[in-house]
Structures are given as structure tokens and as C-alpha cells.
């Protein structure tokens, strides 16, 4: 639920989302599900322009399993709260 | 069957095979699929068309009015017809492989469903290809208004009857109107309770029951040609029957046109030309009703559009091949769209309640056109699934992702919104619930009004917030049940879910492996060196001093640091915590160690406070420790002072270059801002003689005049100084105290003496030694004039520096300017206390 729990305070911030297939969307991220199944608004592709099939399109729902990076600023991330959020979860793993 | 107008008392099968202008012989045709009826599925069905049996004997040909012979057999269509009409031999030949389905008799035989949806999607994309054909050639369209009031009034007596077998669901979203939809919600409805024991070939098949969201697509493939029976209602013009006919082909895909393109064949030699005069009308009632998503069906109608154009019959019959061909293959809902997309041409009217189209100039019947195209595309798929079905999606998603613990499960968000509250936009934070807050936030985002579109907000609310607690309980029950990996014949097999992912590597920590392994090689063996970080231990005087590495260091931090986690969330719940596991991970009490000890035999929880993890936590730690255990930590780090890296490295005069380096730099400012905070916070605590303690302490375990080169050891005694005056002012220290204190002062003072000057680091800016000035003045505060009278002399150089440093300032910059304020305030900090005051030019006194 890490990722999870760390894509909710995410939403309505801008984000770029390189998927596997190379291409690297820009958006604002709606929403999120637990499989990390993101919905984009408002987006622009960064680099493949040279595929323009996105060209007319506003808003995105992008399968979670695709996604390789999702490029975030730094600003918008607690770390240390992050860090504790880590340690729960690997003690929450390790405890299972 | 009033309301249909249609007498199910047809003409006697005949037994010739029939000429062109004759009926079909039901019974020769019949494939007998109408007596599959098991009552179970449709309890209903009598009441509603009011005939327990309708027999077998239709003549479907009459549906289509031959100018000529005005067929015995009425024209009207009935869904009972058309589902009593299930000669197998008829419907290939009709329909292909798929049988007409009826919206009532949906409980009927699922075979006879898929069939019939085959077929009907076959004809329906045939008579949207005929449409498209004849859409350049747009005849009159005087015929076309009559036509739609008329199919209008039928199609609203039409859909009273439905509801009542369909569970309420009148139309979608409340919307009377026939619609451009393709007769989705019917098909919706009626097919998850449908078992279809039988798949239709390349077609998805569908889980008995289920509403499953991928359904949604082949559903409504499935549904379509199903929910294509023919148009109900007394008819009295073919036109009506036509433009159902034209309805019933166009949505739904199909898979066997020959058989439709045989059909038509044969259907066209019994057309005549009267359905000419309609054929006009017909494109414009085609599309309507294609958008009127009229779930009747009626084989005859099927026929009709093929005959309406009697003269194009050979060009139309010629597109038969060629749309067969590419689409012989299953497809799914695009291709539907895409026929409609092609039989919506702008030009076609679409409301029914326009005037006739010459009545309209050009241009507003081509914007009227251009804006039903458009809301026909997004009202197509409107009413795709019923409320039930949302509801059950809605169930389902949050049932995923909500949990009963939010602080543990998901704990980063939670915290972070606490942290970081989100600037409200009305200003006001309202504190809610964690279930109206999911339930909140899911209806913002999704518009979902529950029960209707004008019903209030809040009803909506409500039953979404039940339904999130009705959700908990259930995903409560449901995590006790499987566990993420089941042990099968084969091996293991691994499923995840939403919370517990699959694991792709499966990594044991140490701990696990070791144990593993003991239980594999069947011995216990204990390990004497007892360097990984052990827990709990509180070293007895006579064991062995301990050498500690890095890696058991940070090993100690962390569990800490999972001891106050635990410690944290178990106080969200209640208000007694365990605290000694915590205190014992500290390993404060472990090893007695003071300055100058070897660093590696250092008392542990010292060397812990030489990374910027646990001064993060030092506030956190501090709130579960109780008074004598924080005397405790800070007695142990008075004694420690210069085992500390912040003060060992963080002396300037250890370096060649005067210079502390930056990561000592940092480290200063992490202690600035966390642990000198805590410290003033525990000093405030203490009792003076304790402070006495804690000073005397500091003198004998530590180079005083060292560490006073350090900004924090500074700090500390600045703090432990201030406090200790601060008590002495208030008066309450009794006399044995006060002389216990003078002396300790003294012993301080003798300690620093001559080398006060040594305290301020050259390298370092006049904006930045404002501590140093602050120590300066407790520590003449405290002291007595004799004492004040050295620390002037020994600081003598440095306050002329300042004032002439504040002199030569450039006023005219303001940013000199504040520095110029910032460094006489500095030193007027320590001179106010002698009574002075300085300003750029000359010391006074201070006048009050």
C-alpha cells in the first residue's frame, strides 16, 4: 500500500510518466488505484512527438503494469515521512 | 398482447414453398426453439403479453406490407413473436446463426439469444451499410416526421411494459425519449441473469451471472443483437415497422451475412414498391430508431429495410459481400459504432421533434444535424450499465482500497495530509471520517448521482458512505481468509492482491535465513560474538567493553526507530504505551564511555547521535522517555561532549586551513534545529541542582576550552548556563544551592579563562557568531563583576572589530545595512548585560 498511500498526495501535481514502450507522458495526475493504474489530465507527450497519436488526446487512463518511471519534483515528496512510511512497511512485511 | 395490437392468431402454416409474394411458412421453418421454455427464467412473461401460449404459427412476412397482398397476418411485431419465433431452419436462414431476441423472452434459451443477436447484428450493420448507401440519396423527407411521432408513440408504448421485468430500470437515466443507443440497457438488464450455457462461435463467452466490467463490451456485442427484437406497437404503417426494422439492424454486429444476404434474397421478391414511398422516411426513422435502441425485434423488419429500395436491391445486395467479408470475425462494440457513425450522416434529422426538414433553412439543419451527431456519439453510450451494475463496480473498487486501519495501512498518506494540510479552498478545514471522506472524494470525481440525476447530493452520499462501510466489513472478513501464497501439487503458487502485491523475489532478512538454516541443519547454535546488534542488553559492569562497528550502530538506530514507530501508533490507540522496549533499544544505560574513549567503544546510543537519522527522531524520542530517562541521556551525552562528531571534528582549530568542513557544517545545523530545540526543552525540567550536576559533569569529562571552540558545545553550555541563571534570578534556590553554584561557575570560568578570544572562529562571518555573543553575555550574567571585568579584557579586540567592521559598512546598500543592525545587535546582546551599549562609533552606557 506504500506506493500506493505515496500516489494520493501526488494528485493534482504535475508528473511525467515514462512508460515501457519509451514514451513520456506529462500530465496532471488525477487519480490512482491500488494497482497504480494512473489517470493523467491535461497531458503532452515530452519526447516521442515523432509518434503523434497522442496529439489529440487530453486525458489518459494508463495500466499501472506499464509504467516504468513516474518523474516527479522533489518538493512535493516528505522523505522523511517516506522513510518511516518505508520502515512500516518492511515491518509490516517482515512481521507477516 | 393488446398494447402491441398484435393478434397472435396468424393464418395456418402453409404447406407450399412459398412464391415471391407469399408468406414464409412458419412451419417449415420453425426450428422449434420456441418451446424451449423452461417458465423459470421469465416469470413474467404471461403477464406480460397475456398469452401463456402464443403458438406456433406466424407468418413473419406480413411484418412488411406488400402493396399487392396486404398480408392476413398483422404487421405489428410482438416480442412474443418473435420469440415464440424460433424455428431453427427459419432463423438460419433469416438471420444467419443468431435468433431473434426478444426483450421479454430473454430468459429463453440462451442458444436461441446468440443466435439471434448474430443475426440481428448482421442485418443491423447491412441495413446501416443501406443507409449509408442511401444517404446521398436523401429523397423527401415529408414522410419522415409522421413516421417518427408514430414510432415515437409506439416506442413510449413500448417501454411501460418493460419495466416491470427489469427491475424498475425504465430508460437510462430517466431520459424518455427513444434514444440513439443500442438498446444497451435492455440487453444489460436481461444478460448477466441469463446463464448462456451456449457461445456463440468467436464470441466472448459470459460467466453466468456475473457483471463483470470487461462484460461490458462483449455484453453488450451479445446484448445488442438481442436487444434488436422488432419495434412493438400497433403499427399501422410499414413505415413504422420499417424504421424499427432499420433499428434493429444497425447496432449490433453480426457474424453470418450470407445467411442474412440469403434472407434478404428471398425477402426480396416479396417486397413491392409501397415501401418505396417509405424508403425516404425510412433513413431518417433508421437512424432514430438505431438511436432509439429499440430492443424489439422482428424478423420481418429485418426484411424491411433490405426492401425498401426495390430498384437498389442489386447495388445493395452487391455491398453484402464486401461488408461480410472484412467483418466475418467477431467484433466487438467499435464496428457497431462505426456503421452508425456512417448511417448518422449530418444531414439525417435526428430529434423527432423537429419540424419537416424543408421547414428548416439549410444552415440550422445542418447545425441541428452537426449537434445530434454529436450528442447521438455521447449519449451512444450512455446508459451502459444499469444503476445495479454501478453500484456493484463502486462496491467492488472500494472494497480494494479501503482499509480499517488507516494509520497502518496507509500510513504516508495519512500522515502527510496531517503534516501538510492541503490549503483548503474555502479557507475551512473540515475534519471528516475516513468513510465519508473515501465516499466524499468518490462522488466529486466521478459525478455519481445514486438515484437519479435530480435527487439531492446528499442521498447519494449517504448511500455511497454505506456502502463503504458495508465494503470495511467485508474486506475485514476477507483479509483472515487466503493468504498470498497457496502451497499446490505442483509447487507454490503465488497470488496477490491489491494491498499484498505478488512478490517477484522472494528475500528473507537474516534473521529468517538464519533460522532457516538452523532448522535445516537440526542444530541450534548459539554465536558468541555478539557484535550484530543485540537488543536489550544492559551491560553488566564486569563484561567485556564492546566494540561497536557502523553496521551495529545503525542496526541499534533502527530498531529504535521501529521501537517508536510501534510506540507511535500503538498511542493512536491508546493512551498507555509500553515504553521500556524503547528506552532498552536505546542502549543508553549499555556501556559507560566518556570523552576521549576510543570511538569504537563508545557508549552506543552516542555514536548513534552522530547521524542526522537519529537527531531526526531525538523530538519524537523525547516524548515517550520519561523525565529521569531523558536526565539520564543527557547526562550520558554531557559526559560524551566530545565524543560527539559535531563537537570532535566540529572545532575549527583541529583543522590546518581553520576551516570546519561542510558536512561537519551540516551536521551543526541538523543539531541546531533538533537537538539543542530538545535539550532547552529538557533543561526546563530539571531541577538546579541537577543542572549544578550536569555542569560539573561537563567541566570534568570534557576540554572545556575545546569545546567551547565548537558551536554546539557552546550551545549546550550556553543552555545549561541560561537555565541555571534563570533559576537564580526566580530566587527559589535556597543558599547551599547558590554556593554550589557559584563554585561551579567558577570552575567553569577558570576553565575557559584566558582562551574567551579562542571562542570565535575567524573564518566565520559576523552575522554567523551570534551564539557566540550569547554565550558570552550568560556567562558574564552569571558571573560577578571581576569575572565580567576579564571577559571584557579578553574580548576586547573583538568588539572594536565589530564596530569598526560596522562602520566601514557601505550604507547606502540596504542589505549592508542589515548587516550592520544585525552585527551591533549582536554585540549590544553581551554588552547590555555590563550595562553598555555599543553603536558604531563609541560604547555608552545604557541610559534607560
Request: charged fraction near 20%; charge should be negative.
Amino acid at each position: 500500500m506504500l506506493f500506493f498511500s505515496f500516489f494520493k498526495t501526488l494528485v493534482d501535481q504535475e508528473v511525467v510518466v515514462e512508460l515501457k514502450n519509451d514514451i513520456e507522458i506529462k500530465g496532471t495526475l488525477k487519480s490512482v488505484d491500488q494497482y497504480l493504474n494512473l489517470k493523467l489530465d491535461n497531458i503532452s507527450t515530452v519526447n516521442e512527438e515523432k509518434y503523434p497519436h497522442l496529439k489529440a488526446v487530453k486525458t489518459l487512463f494508463v495500466r499501472g503494469s506499464t509504467v516504468r518511471y513516474v518523474h516527479l519534483s522533489a518538493n512535493s515528496v516528505d522523505c522523511t515521512l517516506l522513510q518511516d512510511a518505508s520502515r512500516r512497511e518492511a515491518m509490516a512485511q517482515a512481521g507477516k | 398482447m393488446s398494447f402491441f395490437g398484435f393478434d397472435p392468431s396468424g393464418p395456418p402454416p402453409q404447406q407450399r414453398h412459398p412464391g415471391p409474394q407469399e408468406s414464409y411458412d412458419f412451419q417449415e421453418t420453425y426450428e422449434g426453439l420456441g418451446e424451449i421454455d423452461d417458465g423459470l427464467d421469465d416469470a413474467m412473461n404471461n403477464e406480460t403479453f397475456g398469452v401463456s401460449s402464443v403458438g406456433k404459427n406466424f407468418d413473419f412476412a406480413s411484418s412488411v406490407p406488400a402493396a399487392a397482398a396486404p398480408s392476413s397476418v398483422q404487421p405489428q411485431l410482438s416480442f412474443a413473436r418473435a420469440a415464440a419465433a424460433n424455428d431453427d431452419d427459419f432463423m438460419k436462414d433469416l438471420w444467419g446463426d443468431s435468433t431473434p431476441e426478444p426483450k421479454a423472452p430473454a430468459q429463453q434459451a440462451p442458444a436461441a439469444e446468440k443466435q439471434d443477436g448474430r443475426k440481428i447484428l448482421s442485418l443491423e450493420e447491412i441495413e446501416a451499410q443501406l443507409t449509408a448507401i442511401d444517404n446521398p440519396l436523401q429523397r423527401g423527407m415529408a414522410q419522415g416526421p409522421n413516421m417518427q411521432q408514430q414510432q415515437q408513440q409506439q416506442q413510449q408504448q413500448f417501454y411501460p411494459g418493460m419495466p416491470p421485468q427489469y427491475g424498475g430500470y425504465m430508460m437510462p437515466q430517466g431520459y424518455m425519449m427513444p434514444h440513439p443507443q443500442y438498446g444497451m440497457p435492455y440487453p444489460g438488464q436481461f444478460m448477466p441473469p441469463m446463464p448462456m450455457g451456449q457461445q456463440m462461435p468467436g464470441m466472448p463467452p459470459m460467466p453466468v451471472g456475473s457483471m463483470h466490467p470487461n462484460q461490458g463490451p462483449p455484453v453488450y456485442a451479445q446484448a445488442g443483437a438481442p436487444g434488436m427484437p422488432g419495434p412493438p406497437g400497433p403499427q399501422s404503417s410499414s413505415a413504422a415497422n420499417t424504421a424499427s426494422q432499420a433499428q434493429l439492424q444497425q447496432p449490433p454486429q453480426q457474424q453470418q451475412q450470407q445467411q442474412q444476404q440469403q434472407q434478404q434474397q428471398q425477402q426480396q421478391q416479396q417486397q413491392q414498391q409501397p415501401q418505396q414511398q417509405f424508403a425516404p422516411g425510412a433513413d431518417v426513422n433508421m437512424v432514430q430508431t438505431l438511436a432509439a435502441k429499440h430492443p424489439a425485434q422482428d424478423a420481418a423488419a429485418f426484411q424491411a429495410p433490405v426492401n425498401q429500395r426495390p430498384q437498389s436491391h442489386a447495388a445493395d445486395m452487391s455491398q453484402f459481400p464486401v461488408l461480410g467479408a472484412p467483418q466475418a470475425q467477431p467484433q466487438q462494440l467499435g464496428s457497431g459504432p462505426e456503421i452508425l457513425r456512417s448511417a448518422d450522416s449530418p444531414h439525417l434529422a435526428h430529434g423527432r421533434h423537429h419540424p419537416a426538414m424543408e421547414d428548416l433553412l439549410p444552415e440550422e439543419q445542418q447545425k441541428l444535424a452537426k449537434r445530434q451527431e454529436k450528442v447521438s456519439r455521447i449519449m451512444r453510450y450512455c446508459g451502459v450499465m444499469n444503476p445495479k451494475d454501478k453500484d456493484f463496480v463502486t462496491r467492488f473498487q472500494l472494497s480494494q482500497i479501503v482499509t480499517d486501519d488507516p494509520y497502518n495501512e496507509d500510513f504516508y498518506a495519512q500522515v502527510y495530509r496531517v503534516i501538510h494540510p492541503k490549503s483548503a479552498s474555502d479557507g475551512s478545514v473540515v475534519p471528516v471520517s475516513q468513510p465519508n471522506s473515501i465516499a466524499q472524494a468518490y462522488l466529486d470525481q466521478s459525478g455519481h448521482r445514486l438515484g437519479g440525476r435530480f435527487k439531492r447530493a446528499d442521498v447519494a452520499l449517504h448511500r455511497m458512505q454505506q456502502q463503504v462501510q458495508k465494503a470495511v466489513t467485508v474486506a475485514k472478513e476477507r483479509q483472515k481468509l487466503p493468504q498470498n501464497v497457496r502451497e499446490g501439487v505442483l509447487g507454490k503458487v503465488s497470488v496477490g492482491s491489491g494491498k499484498k502485491p505478488r512478490q517477484q523475489l522472494v528475500i528473507l532478512s537474516k534473521a529468517a535465513q538464519k533460522a532457516k538454516e538452523a532448522e535445516d541443519s537440526g542444530e541450534v547454535e548459539i554465536p558468541v560474538d555478539f557484535k550484530k546488534g543485540r537488543s536489550g542488553s544492559i551491560a553488566a559492569p564486569s563484561k567485556p567493553i564492546k566494540k561497536y562497528t557502523k553496521k551495529d550502530i545503525m542496526s541499534i538506530l533502527e530498531e529504535i526507530i521501529s521501537n517508536l514507530m510501534t510506540c507511535e501508533s500503538e498511542s493512536r490507540l491508546t493512551n498507555d504505551v509500553d515504553t521500556t522496549k524503547l528506552w532498552e533499544s536505546l542502549h543508553v544505560l549499555d556501556q559507560k564511555s566518556s570523552s576521549g574513549d576510543d570511538e569504537l567503544f563508545v557508549n552506543p546510543f552516542i555514536q548513534a547521535l552522530n547521524y542526522s537519522k537519529a537527531l531526526k527522531i531525538l523530538p519524537r524520542l523525547f516524548k515517550f522517555l520519561t523525565r529521569d530517562q531523558i536526565l539520564t541521556v543527557v547526562t550520558l551525552i554531557m559526559a560524551n561532549l566530545e565524543n560527539l562528531k559535531v563537537v570532535k571534528d566540529g572545532s575549527y582549530t583541529t583543522y590546518a586551513d581553520k576551516k570546519v568542513p561542510e558536512s561537519i557544517t551540516k551536521l551543526v545545523d541538523v543539531y541546531t534545529l533538533t537537538f539543542c530545540k530538545v535539550l532547552m526543552n529538557a533543561v526546563q525540567e530539571f531541577k538546579f541542582t541537577e543542572i549544578v550536576g550536569l555542569l560539573h559533569i561537563l567541566i570534568q569529562h570534557n576540554v572545556l576550552s575545546f569545546v567551547s571552540t565548537t558551536k554546539i558545545g557552546l550551545s549546550v553550555v550556553t543552555s545549561l548556563l541560561s537555565r541555571a541563571e534563570l533559576m537564580t534570578g526566580e530566587g527559589h534556590i535556597s543558599a547551599t544551592d547558590l554556593s554550589a553554584w557559584t563554585s561551579c561557575y567558577d570552575e567553569l570560568f577558570t576553565a575557559l579563562e584566558s582562551r574567551i578570544a579562542a571562542i570565535f572562529s575567524p573564518n566565520q562571518a559576523d552575522t554567523e557568531d551570534d551564539y557566540v555573543w550569547q554565550f558570552l553575555a550568560t556567562l558574564s550574567l552569571g558571573g560577578k563583576l571581576s569575572h565580567q571585568r576579564i571577559i571584557v579584557d579578553e574580548v576586547r579586540d573583538e568588539i572594536f572589530g565589530v564596530m569598526n567592521r560596522a562602520k566601514a559598512l557601505d550604507c547606502s546598500n540596504p542589505a549592508n545595512l542589515y548587516k550592520k543592525q544585525n552585527m551591533l545587535n549582536n554585540l549590544n546582546m553581551y554588552l547590555v548585560v555590563m550595562g553598555l551599549v555599543a553603536d558604531e562609533n563609541e560604547i555608552q552606557e545604557l541610559k534607560n
